[in-house]
């Protein structure tokens, strides 16, 4: 009984050929199901700025930490009632002190987009 099907070495020209066209092909990113945004700061420049947030919260200045929040968060939240929620957390935790440092290299991510 003689088989029907092509040796195998009739094959790989076709296999190569498949291969090599689907690594060629457009390589775009899966979409996404909302738009994601990353930071556009650099990294370095966003350790200095998470710095610079953890020493006015040390010092209780709220204004100052309220200045660096992305608009968007301050049109959703006074400044009175964010410094009232850092200073009511404050109380409600018994904070005394507030201290840290920023360690390790930084590594953009991306968040999902808020609904």
């Known amino acids: 009984m003689r088989s029907t099907r092509a040796p195998l ?3 790989a020209p076709a296999v190569i050929l498949a291969a090599t066209l689907a ?3 457009p ?3 899966e979409p996404t199901p909302q738009p994601t945004t990353f930071p556009a700061a650099a990294p370095a420049v966003t350790v200095a700025m998470a710095e610079s947030y953890l020493r006015a919260w040390s010092a209780s200045d ?3 930490m309220y200045a660096m929040l ?3 968060v301050q049109a959703r939240y006074s400044f009175e009632r ?3 929620l850092h ?3 404050a109380q409600m935790a018994v904070v005394g002190s507030v201290a840290g440092e920023t ?3 930084p590594v953009r991510v991306g968040l999902p987009a808020e609904p």
């Open 27 to 29: 390589q775009a990113p």
């Open 70 to 72: 992305d608009p968007d």
């Open 9 to 11: 070495g009739a094959l």
């Open 87 to 89: 200073a009511d957390l």
């Open 82 to 84: 964010f410094a009232a």
């Open 62 to 64: 709220y204004a100052a």
């Open 103 to 105: 360690t390790g290299d």
């Open 23 to 25: 690594a060629c092909g």
